[in-house]
């Protein structure tokens, strides 16, 4: 198993544009998530899903956008790129509620 | 809002002495408790977790325990050694697998 795979690694985008950071899981969980982690800080939760075609905010959503088709795949979108969201953005999955999260690589994105 | 504070954000040690590391969290829902260790540069990984039916579990140097009743656990690290030098996060959930809110991070450093 690949686990959880992200691309791209690292990006540079302008202000004000749009990009989608992808993430698969083929370990069959249902749960996925995206978190951020600014400099020095913790992950902070943007966007969860427990599940195909479901999808909720976590703590800090604004700017941000997520869709669950597929059990595989939990892409998070990116509108109007600002400098606030340069950070290292961690995609996670979990078989259910009850079993640990396990991460990604992380996708490095500046905004300049 | 959910909250769980971390302390001390950076520890220095000598190799073989023991670590501690210590959490408060604010939801008194919160009953599942892990620990991730973060190399630089790498994904998060977990370490140790603790449910709230549980107030310690060990596993080889490392320990948890947890006083729900104040709201606080700690990571206890012994024999330390410098591959043990990485951050550290404590987070919080309701369930293992749900909402994770995680501490700032402590920087542990372990000197030959």
């Known amino acids: 198993n690949a686990g959880v795979t992200q691309t791209p690694k690292f990006r540079i985008l302008k202000i004000g544009q749009s990009m989608t950071l992808q993430c698969t899981q083929d370990?069959?969980?249902?749960?996925m998530y995206w978190y951020r982690q600014d400099p020095g800080m913790g992950l902070k939760l943007i966007y969860y899903?427990?599940?195909?075609?479901?999808?909720d905010k976590g703590e800090v959503p604004n700017g941000y956008n997520v869709s669950r088709s597929t059990t595989e795949d939990f892409p998070l979108r990116l509108e109007l790129a600002a400098p606030s969201q340069t950070s290292v953005y961690f995609c996670a999955s979990s078989y259910t509620g009850l079993h640990e999260q396990y991460f990604g690589p992380g996708t490095r994105l500046t905004v300049t | 809002g959910e909250n769980v504070e971390q302390h001390p954000s950076t520890l220095s040690v000598q190799e073989g002495d023991s670590a501690v590391i210590k959490c408060t969290y604010s939801d008194s829902a919160s009953n599942y408790f892990p620990w991730y260790k973060q190399e630089l540069g790498k994904r998060p990984q977990l370490i140790i977790d603790?449910?709230?039916?549980?107030g310690e579990k060990k596993d080889q140097r490392i320990a948890v325990t947890l006083n729900k009743t104040a709201k606080h656990f700690s990571l206890h690290i012994t024999e330390t050694q410098p591959e043990d030098s990485a951050v550290y996060f404590c987070a919080a959930s309701r369930t293992p697998g749900g909402k994770l809110i995680f501490g700032q991070g402590t920087e542990l450093s372990v000197k030959p």
């Open positions: 899903s427990v599940g195909a075609g479901i999808t």
């Open positions: 370990m069959n969980h249902n749960y």
């Open positions: 603790i449910r709230s039916n549980v």
